[in-house]
């Protein structure tokens, strides 16, 4: 068990952590629950940095790192949905496009392919991560932030932003798996 698969591992668990923060209804945990997802993105950063560096990158890894950053993020947007700042239709698009994501790799190695991670799919994950810890950040502290903006509409428009980017990486996955497979089968 190496350092960067410890960090995966690490946010597989924590997203459940910030569910509890966040359902506390409480600013001060907001703050903390934002910390802890600030520590979150960094262990994600850092967990593929030092897997490269130390020459550290393990076939567990490899299937760890995706898997953990997909089940946080999930936790977090359900936490997000379940105090009221995340429509409904936005988690499932969300999380829709994980599991896309998922089947889509297992269909390409059933085709000998193999489906890197896409320019798309970091996009994606930056702008899930801003938003994420934009969001909760604000709402904890709405007394600061609430001068200068609205903080449920600047929130709304931000999950709005995260949920089409990720919609879109649904769709250029898609459209990869597409273009991998039909070079495959003409060559």
């Known amino acids: 068990m190496s350092l960067p698969n410890i960090l995966s591992l690490f946010r597989s668990v924590i997203g459940f952590v910030v569910i509890y923060l966040l359902l506390q209804n409480d600013k001060d945990l907001l703050i903390v629950a934002t910390g802890i997802m600030l520590l979150?993105?960094?262990?994600?950063?850092?967990?593929?940095?030092?897997?490269?560096?130390?020459?550290?990158?393990?076939?567990?890894?490899?299937?760890?790192?995706?898997m953990s950053d997909s089940l946080y993020r999930a936790m977090v947007f359900l936490g997000l949905m379940a105090v009221g700042w995340l429509p409904v239709w936005f988690a499932?698009?969300?999380?829709?496009?994980?599991?896309?994501?998922?089947?889509?790799?297992?269909?390409?190695?059933?085709?000998?392919?193999?489906?890197?991670?896409?320019?798309?799919?970091?996009?994606?994950?930056?702008?899930?991560?801003?938003?994420?810890?934009?969001?909760v950040g604000m709402f904890g502290l709405e007394d600061?932030?609430?001068?200068?903006?609205?903080?449920?509409?600047?929130?709304?428009?931000?999950?709005?932003?995260a949920t089409v980017v990720t919609a879109w990486t649904a769709v250029d996955y898609t459209m990869g798996y597409i273009e991998g497979v039909r070079r495959v089968r003409s060559s």
């Not at 593929?48 to 995706?66: E, Q």
Request: proline share 2%.
């Open 92 to 135: 499932a698009i969300i999380i829709s496009r994980d599991i896309i994501v998922a089947y889509l790799r297992v269909f390409a190695q059933q085709e000998g392919i193999t489906m890197a991670a896409r320019s798309s799919g970091k996009i994606k994950a930056i702008v899930q991560a801003t938003a994420q810890v934009w969001t």
């Open 40 to 66: 979150a993105e960094f262990s994600d950063a850092a967990d593929g940095f030092l897997a490269r560096r130390y020459n550290l990158v393990s076939r567990f890894g490899m299937i760890i790192d995706p």
């Open 144 to 161: 600061f932030f609430s001068q200068y903006w609205s903080v449920p509409e600047v929130s709304f428009w931000l999950l709005t932003i």
